[in-house]
């Protein structure tokens, strides 16, 4: 009895022992599955290039090899912009091996699939000027646990530095941590990534500062290209400056450009006038929501930030909560395709714009003709003037391609209530500042009083126009604050309730007639 009882005890303990010696081996090969899918995932990118790959599986470790590099086409609208050092390691290659332990207990004592350890090798170019800035110092440290599902948990570190070069640039980094918590073949994701500080002296040119960056998201793959999901971005302070107030190179759609892949600043500051020498914003956030239902997309945002202190003038705080329903995911898919294809080609600002524009009426026509409905949820901006506060929404109603070819007929097609509130100073101010750059003034001593004068009559005109629509019944005026109820239906405009058309005499042979001999009567007399 008791041979019999050891013999079993010892055939269990030695399958025990079969399993724990085969296991790692079959957790390797999901472990190389898992890897595999986030490859073919590293390479559906727009801007890197895998150019070799090598996997090499063993029984208790494996080691596989990435060369990739940046594509040609990365940051090719400002890579002109980038300091040398900063293109040097973006267009040379960089091998990626990821060190593969594989077996239950290859992360400690809680069961996985397995542990990797990234090791990033650079070419001795890139690594020299590294080294300028992190030193002996590993920029980048990556670690990925794959949990036993196939989902897992990456931890990104990218080392803090400071620096500084005799020509008087210094940059002061307090390093980047991002942990992403993933299911198997990233079907969905939730990220976050924190970053302490960056202070960046440029010399005699400036400097450019940011605190307590944090960014949090939830990503999850839906029926069409679209990722759905949240996502919540917060800097606790940012600051601009340019100390060289002649220099116009640096302009607010550059600046734009360099921190979103939309290329949206092409449509900020087309003339390229010159930004205030300092601007500071406190407590900015960026919030985004994205579902979908069916074959349409609905998505949310709000924007916003505490105060801005823009030259001389403080704004804020600012509220901006807009939404987007019955979008149509396959043209939104394409359009955001187009977009990010147009980033990566050498395009000046007006050659983006005009291609922008194009892929709205091509790609993203299904953006117009599938009844979408936008709605101004909330717009509330403190400024100097007071405040600005406008609520409402915009959408068309059976709106088909040829229409959006002829503006009368996408006006009949078009709905839309808004609710207005601004101050008059405001508009006073607006009009001041277009009027002072049609006008010519000599440099001389009277020269100040002759743009008060300028400024002066502007203001008398537009309290005249505004007088007049108050006593139409187009808009209310309390306290110096205009107030009106915008509505477009069927190709009517209507202001608090009263049809609105912008009247003309030039229209009007006769009275064109009578102007003219009314200004040369008057030119004669003496």
Known sequence: ?????????????????????????????????????????????????????????GWFTSTETLQMRFKPSFFAGIQQQLPDNVRTVLQEPITVVNHVRHGLFADGIRPVRAHVKTEFKFTPQAEQTLARFFGQEKPLKLENTINLSGGGVMHLEVAKFNYEEL???????????????????????????????????LA???????????????????????????????????????KDTDDTSIRLDQLVNLVTDLQIGAFINPNGGSIPSKIAVDDLFFTTQTSEQDKWINSIGKFGFAQLHYGNDDYGPLNIDVSAEHLDAASLAALKNKITQLSTQKLDNDQL????????????????????????NSFKFQMPQGMVDVHGYLTFKDLVAGDLQQLNLMLD??????????????????????????????????????????????????????????????????????????????????????????????????????????????????
């Open 167 to 201: 020509s008087g640039i210094k940059i002061n980094w307090q390093g980047l941590n991002t942990l992403i918590d993933y299911t198997k073949g990233f079907n969905s994701y939730n990220s976050q990534t924190q970053s302490p500080q960056l202070d960046v002296i």
């Open 353 to 376: 714009r005009e291609a922008m524009v194009a892929a709205v009426r091509q790609e993203g026509l299904g953006l117009f003709t599938h009844n979408p409905l936008f709605k101004l």
């Open 413 to 526: 097609k078009t709905e839309s209530e808004m609710d207005i509130a601004f101050p008059q100073a405001l508009l006073e101010s607006i009009a001041v500042n277009q009027a002072r750059s049609l006008f010519t003034v000599d440099e001389s001593e009277n020269s100040s009083e002759a743009l008060e004068d300028i400024d002066q009559t502007i203001r008398i005109m537009i309290d005249s126009v505004i007088k007049t629509m108050q006593s139409k019944g187009f808009i209310s005026v309390e306290n110096g604050i205009i107030k009106t109820h915008l509505k477009v239906s069927k190709g009517k405009l209507t202001l608090n309730g009263k049809p609105f058309t912008l009247e003309s005499d030039n229209d009007d042979p006769d009275a064109l007639e009578a102007s003219a001999q009314t200004a040369s009567a008057a030119s004669s007399q003496p």
């Open 204 to 242: 005699s040119k400036g400097q450019f500062s940011y605190q307590d960056l944090k960014l949090n998201s939830h990503t999850e793959n839906g029926h069409t290209s679209i990722s759905l999901g949240n996502s919540e971005l917060h800097i606790k302070k940012m600051e601009f400056e340019w």
């Open 1 to 57: 009895m008791n041979k019999r009882i050891l013999s079993v005890v010892s055939a269990i303990i030695l399958i025990i022992v079969l399993v724990l010696l085969a296991l790692p081996y079959y957790l390797g090969i999901k472990a190389q599955e898992s890897l595999e899918e986030q490859r073919a995932l590293l390479a559906k990118n727009s801007f890197l290039i895998i150019e070799n790959d090598q996997y090499q599986r």
